[in-house]
């Protein structure tokens, strides 16, 4: 179990900020990073990987389907958002333990499809 303490005005202020084109501030400068403040970061930026929509299914395509295989598409689609995170959160721990550069070329590109939250198939372009 993990208690988050969750901002709801920080929120609005980084949706506002990104919806502007503007920096982002996830809080007061003085008020430092706390793990429930970087839970909040995360999801915020979530949020937008999320609102660009399943890369292989059109707008169009998705209006034409029915309402089950909307629901089929979104939770894939959940699912690649959901894995896509979890794995880069594992590049990001290696560039902070700088072992990245010795395992990689400093950009990849990735190709992640779930099953469920669970990887199921990630192709990476650009290791050593």
Not at 69 to 90: N, P, S
Request: with cysteine; glycine share 6%; aromatic share 6%.
């Amino acid at each position: 179990m993990i208690r988050v303490e969750f901002d709801k005005a920080v929120t609005e202020k980084a949706i506002q900020a990104i919806a502007q084109g503007e920096p982002v501030e996830l809080g007061e400068a003085n008020a430092g990073w706390t793990q429930s403040r970087a839970i909040q970061a995360a999801a915020v930026f979530m949020d937008i990987a999320f609102h660009f929509g399943p890369d292989r299914v059109q707008r169009e395509q998705m209006a034409a389907l029915s309402e089950a295989d909307r629901q089929k598409v979104m939770d894939q689609f959940l699912g690649d958002v959901i894995a896509a995170a979890v794995h880069c959160l594992g590049l990001t721990q290696c560039v902070r333990q700088r072992d990245y550069d010795r395992l990689f070329e400093p950009k990849l590109s990735l190709d992640i499809e779930s099953k469920g939250q669970m990887p199921l198939k990630v192709t990476t372009h650009g290791m050593k």
